[in-house]
């Protein structure tokens, strides 16, 4: 080893001995080791209301992990009637997540959420955004399709939000929309009309969370469009401002 070498290693040992000596004068006698990565507990998202701040020492799952997790599903009676889980659609690091109800029978039959004509319509406001599926992250709050797209049942939601939860504290976006009554009601635990709860900013464990009418109530009154728009220009702002600070 070279003079210069040890003469180096000499002055880091000298300035560590000097930081643990000041850490002891001001009453640190001990420093945390961070574990590793997969000794860490998994991420769960804040209780709601609990803010961004606190800094958490978790390991994020991977979207991979919780599918995987899910498996081939038989946690509720919907997997006697399903073909495909529907299981979410999209960029893994999206700043925007949007949440709908329950997979369809096109859903179904192609294991990806809001193909049908929902989903044009769907496709249109995000395009009119200036955002494609790409750059999004879609879901559901119930991963199969209920028989006859009848509404979901309680037992159902209960055996399949947790994977939602899981789904949205791994990505964790800046913002999330609550596509329609059902999705609104179920993540904010809230019963009030979702013509009530449209358009003004909830909190979702920390992140804004904007409920809209669902694309399929659009389809069978337009009129509601122009209220659609106006939330989603909310939600562009509020992407903005997140993306600047
Ligand atoms: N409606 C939904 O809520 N989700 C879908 O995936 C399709 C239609």
């Given at each position: 080893m070279g003079n210069d070498v040890k003469q180096q290693i000499l002055e880091?040992l000298?300035?560590?001995?000097?930081?643990?000596?000041?850490?002891?004068?001001?009453?640190?006698?001990?420093?945390?080791?961070?574990?590793?990565?997969?000794?860490?507990?998994?991420?769960?998202?804040?209780?709601?209301?609990?803010?961004?701040?606190?800094?958490?020492?978790?390991?994020?799952?991977?979207?991979?992990?919780?599918?995987?997790?899910?498996?081939?599903?038989?946690?509720?009676?919907?997997?006697?009637?399903?073909?495909?889980?529907?299981?979410?659609?999209?960029?893994?690091?999206?700043?925007?997540?949007?949440?709908?109800?329950?997979?369809?029978?096109?859903?179904?039959?192609?294991?990806?959420?809001?193909?049908?004509?929902?989903?044009?319509?769907?496709?249109?406001?995000?395009?009119?955004?200036?955002?494609?599926?790409?750059?999004?992250?879609?879901?559901?709050?119930?991963?199969?399709?209920?028989?006859?797209?009848?509404?979901?049942?309680?037992?159902?939601?209960?055996?399949?939000?947790?994977?939602?939860?899981?789904?949205?504290?791994?990505?964790?976006?800046?913002?999330?929309?609550?596509?329609?009554?059902?999705?609104?009601?179920?993540?904010?635990?809230?019963?009030?009309?979702?013509?009530?709860?449209?358009?003004?900013?909830?909190?979702?464990?920390?992140?804004?969370?904007?409920?809209?009418?669902?694309?399929?109530?659009?389809?069978?009154?337009?009129?509601?469009?122009?209220?659609?728009?106006?939330?989603?220009?909310?939600?562009?702002?509020?992407?903005?401002?997140?993306?600047?600070?």
């Open positions: 880091i000298g300035q560590t001995k000097s930081l643990l000596e000041d850490l002891a004068l001001s009453g640190t006698h001990e420093i945390p080791v961070i574990p590793r990565a997969e000794a860490l507990p998994r991420c769960e998202l804040p209780p709601s209301g609990g803010g961004q701040g606190a800094a958490v020492l978790c390991q994020r799952e991977s979207l991979e992990e919780i599918l995987t997790d899910l498996g081939d599903c038989r946690r509720c009676p919907l997997c006697e009637g399903r073909k495909n889980i529907v299981f979410g659609v999209g960029n893994p690091q999206a700043r925007l997540v949007l949440v709908g109800e329950a997979p369809g029978r096109e859903e179904d039959e192609k294991g990806e959420p809001f193909v049908g004509e929902a989903g044009r319509l769907l496709d249109r406001i995000l395009h009119a955004m200036g955002l494609g599926r790409d750059q999004v992250y879609i879901c559901n709050v119930e991963k199969c399709r209920p028989p006859g797209n009848r509404d979901p049942r309680l037992e159902e939601i209960e055996a399949c939000e947790p994977f939602l939860i899981r789904q949205l504290a791994s990505i964790r976006p800046s913002v999330i929309v609550a596509l329609g009554k059902f999705a609104a009601q179920t993540l904010l635990r809230d019963q009030t009309s979702i013509t009530r709860l449209r358009g003004t900013w909830k909190d979702y464990h920390g992140i804004p969370l904007m409920p809209t009418y669902h694309p399929a109530y659009l389809l069978r009154n337009p009129s509601g469009k122009q209220e659609v728009w106006e939330d989603m220009k909310q939600v562009l702002k509020r992407l903005q401002q997140s993306e600047q600070g």
